[in-house]
């Protein structure tokens, strides 16, 4: 009996963990939908059974994810994940590529349900200067010349986080989402910063190999010097860590800020399992709360 009562006992702890579990979303990059994080998914659901798992698609993915404006997208995304009953307590985040920009923004402006871990895999966190980036001839000859038209600005996601080293005013001045979520402007937004400074951890990861994400540091916040394409400055050397914009420091002086790198192609993070390993030991851990 005694044995029966501890087995009994030991079910219900097992059911009362998997249904504490926190929930985790999913954001997929440029140029792709949600079918590109079905692997990463499956990984997450084996790793841990019973985990509810959301995979968000913005509008029809691909064409949606070139052609509507980062505002837009992230205004999509927080409607699909308020609307979900099952993230209700929060929820462990996941953004890859452009994706990593919705997820952080949706962090930074709404945070509601709360985001406890955020995580993202190989993005343009301080933005992407070169190209060929989209591979579709006259996107890249747009970006590589006038990107900080009104009309593109509106037309085309990846100019909103077009960030050209040798053009930092105009930057400033025309960029309709970077800049704002990086809390470039003179006056910050310090909710941006006080939701980023709840996180219990950020996660940053970028790829040795990675040819798309230019600088392919940007995924650790590191970029180009203003007036270089070649000099990349480390986050801990850019008034964006030393006068806290964001949080940053805030988080790596409390030890809630952790880097890692891989060595996968880009577009192969979310979806082949040679990257799998770096699923495991760099996101899992974050994963299991």
Not at 242 to 268: A, M, V
């Amino acid at each position: 009996m005694k044995i029966l009562s501890s087995l009994v006992l030991l079910i219900t702890l097992v059911i009362a963990l998997v249904s504490a579990t926190r929930p985790v979303v999913l954001m997929h990059g440029f140029s792709t939908g949600k079918e590109s994080m079905e692997p990463l998914k499956s990984w997450i659901e084996e790793a841990i059974p019973g985990i509810y798992v959301l995979n968000v698609e913005v509008g029809n993915g691909r064409f949606d994810s070139i052609f509507t404006t980062m505002d837009s997208q992230l205004e999509e995304f927080a409607q699909v994940v308020q609307a979900d009953p099952n993230l209700v307590n929060g929820f462990n985040l996941i953004g890859f590529s452009q994706g990593t920009l919705i997820a952080r923004a949706f962090v930074q402006r709404y945070n509601s349900p709360p985001v406890y871990n955020y995580i993202g895999w190989n993005g343009p966190q301080a933005g992407q200067f070169g190209t060929p980036f989209v591979n579709i001839p006259w996107i890249d000859k747009v970006l590589g010349t006038i990107p900080y038209e009104k009309t593109i600005q509106k037309k085309l996601a990846v100019a909103e986080y077009w960030k050209d080293p040798f053009k930092i005013e105009k930057y400033l001045e025309r960029s309709l989402f970077l800049a704002d979520i990086n809390n470039e402007y003179p006056v910050k937004n310090t909710t941006y910063k006080d939701n980023l400074t709840k996180l219990n951890a950020m996660v940053l990861t970028y790829s040795t190999n990675d040819k798309t994400i230019i600088p392919k540091e940007s995924g650790w916040f590191s970029f180009y010097a203003d007036g270089s394409g070649k000099e990349v400055v480390p986050l801990q050397q850019q008034a964006q860590y030393t006068e806290d914009w964001l949080g940053l420091r805030t988080l790596d002086e409390s030890n809630r800020l952790f880097f890692y790198t891989t060595t996968c192609t880009h577009r192969d993070h979310p979806i082949e399992d040679y990257c799998k390993p770096y699923f495991t030991n760099f996101t899992l851990p974050y994963l299991q709360n």
